[in-house]
């Protein structure tokens, strides 16, 4: 279907990928980390006894809770234990090439001394800016930041979610200001942050921001230039959220894949996207009682890999309780996907999609300077044989263990493009790369 090509004020500014250096950098990120954390850490989930079945962040919203009891929690924040630079450490040894802070969650509870309002750390036991030092131990890591930004937001006195009414819109408008003077305000004191991560932006009064939601995105890219933006931000013209009434897509990627992966590179429509996901089914802040299935770290690595073999960035998320502390489980998880990145990162940064027929082995994914591919290998077949099935004719040089240069795998030539070669009696220890050279000319 052609695309319609409606005349839009506020759509999306441009066609295809940005390819200048900073989005370059990101794209090349392979695995970031997500971090959310409020005073919706204190409760855990739990309130009076009862454990909300919800996630944890939402807590507010639950009728089990009173919302009074909530919005008193912060006179309770006092995380003794928070230690910016053992998170950073930490991140480092995952992996992660950049990290996602929630700045402010729907609640409204700013972790930085926000002059805007008095519901955020400076009012708290604790006293002090969270957001600054983690900045600083995440630059000193060499770990890019990002800033997550709720745009609702249940304690400012303007915010609406539908605008009924002229008092509506002229509260709206006073909610409008301080968002952005929040906005700029953050920018302003941490001036090395590389991008925002939006959120709570899908509301009727939102929707009818066009102008104001493209003017601020001016603004604070003036204040940083290059700021990476994704496409849970901006509505259109006519209120379309991500991708505008044309199609394209609104922002620098695509903000859509919520604890979800695509499952082919047709999915993506070549865009960049990244992919935020929980190691519980649904809990992003800290909930004391993580029900369901616990995502192992072998799954999570399929996901980072799966991610990366379709052009993705894949960001794990973080939930410190109420004392600064990560809970062991994800102490433990962070720790084994960082033992597989020491040996296998190479299969990971830096590297991107190719279109060769997937294969039921697992995933392919091609470093974009030296254009050398990698199998990561998930699955052996009980016949031991993996099939490589390229796009077009190329002549295979040499296929070889990652970990193990000497282990050399000689292709045999099954029909055109298509070859197996043999794992023999090997096991599967944990998932294996296998490297690809290869030459254009056939
Ligand atoms: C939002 C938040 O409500 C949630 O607490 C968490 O912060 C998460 C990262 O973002 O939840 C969403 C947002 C968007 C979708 C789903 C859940 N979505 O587009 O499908």
Redesign the pocket.
Known sequence: TPRTSLALAHGAHRLGKRTDPMMERWRNYGLGQ?I?WGVYAIPGGQWNGASYGG?A??IRSWKGMPKEAYDNLYKEFDPENYDPSALAKQAKEMGAKYMII?TK??DGFCLWPSEYTDYDVTNTPYGKDIIGPLVEAYDAEGIDVYL?F?VMDWNHPGYRSVLATEEDRSAYESFKEFTRNQLLELLERYPTTKGLWF??T?DEAWKEQAEFADNLATEMRKKIPGLIIGS?FRPDDYGNRHFDSNGDLMGDYE??W??KLPETYEDTNGNDWDC?MTIPENQ??YHSDWRGHVKTSYELIEMLVKSVSLDGNFVL?FGPDAKGDIRMEEKKLATEIGQWMSKNKSAIYNCGHIDWEKQDWGYYTQNRVTGEVNMVVFNKPINSVLRIKTSSKISLQKIYDLNDATKIYDPEEISQDEYIIQLGDEELAEPKVIVIKYDHSK
């Open positions: 997500f959310h996630a962040e939402w929630t969650h729907h997550y709720s959120d709570g899908w849970r903000q859509g919520e604890r935020v992003w802040g998320n």
